[in-house]
């Protein structure tokens, strides 16, 4: 069992010599599709170079079927963010891209979210990018409603969660899904 941070290191420089990156999220994004119902209300998120990118779906035709909202960071020292009906983008907090608008949803009003992430291990927990914010707001949510994404199932890795990271309860990879809601 790794520490986090050398965790972090490892899965990186993984993702970035993956071959046929694009393809796999393609993968990724069929198998999301089986898990969608219309009308349901989605939070998704803006991934960076590191975590799975499902804009070419969520920006699409098939996408409008859904109501999407996106994390908008509210303050960085207290780890807080609302959840956000984008009318536009501003460029945020960690230069990640904000929704801008004024529909505010609550996360117990939420179908389904969509964890960014750069790995998972084995006990369904999340590895992020390390500041938190997924684990405070998501705390105590129902696990059910949260799924993860990973470039590879190969991309496991044994890290020492903390008391406060959160659990997925499906990991969808390019090879499969995993479903953790039994562990």
């Known amino acids: 069992m790794i520490e986090k941070k ?15 990156k694009s393809e796999r999220e393609q993968d990724i994004i069929s198998a999301l599709k089986l898990e969608l119902k219309e009308g349901m209300k989605i939070l998704a998120y803006r991934a960076d170079v590191y975590e799975v990118n499902l804009d070419s779906f ?3 035709e098939e996408g409008k079927k859904f109501s999407l909202y996106y994390p908008r960071v509210l303050s960085i020292e207290n780890r807080e963010m609302e959840f956000v009906y984008p009318d536009s983008w501003e460029i945020g907090a960690y230069g990640i891209l904000s929704p801008v608008g004024k529909r ?14 750069l790995s998972f291990n084995l006990r369904a927990y999340r590895l992020g990018r390390g500041a938190g914010f997924y684990d405070r707001a998501f705390r105590g949510f129902e696990r059910k409603k949260i799924l993860g994404f990973s470039f590879s199932k190969d991309f496991l ?3 020492k969660e903390d008391s406060c990271d959160i659990q997925v309860n499906k ?13």
């Open 6 to 20: 050398l965790a972090r290191q490892i899965i990186k420089e993984k993702i970035l010599k993956l071959e046929n």
């Open 157 to 159: 890795i044994d890290f």
């Open 58 to 60: 969520l920006f699409s």
């Open 171 to 183: 990991l969808i990879t390019p090879e499969d899904s995993l479903i953790f809601s039994d562990r």
């Open 104 to 117: 505010i949803i609550d996360k117990k009003e939420l179908d389904l979210v969509l964890l960014p992430s």
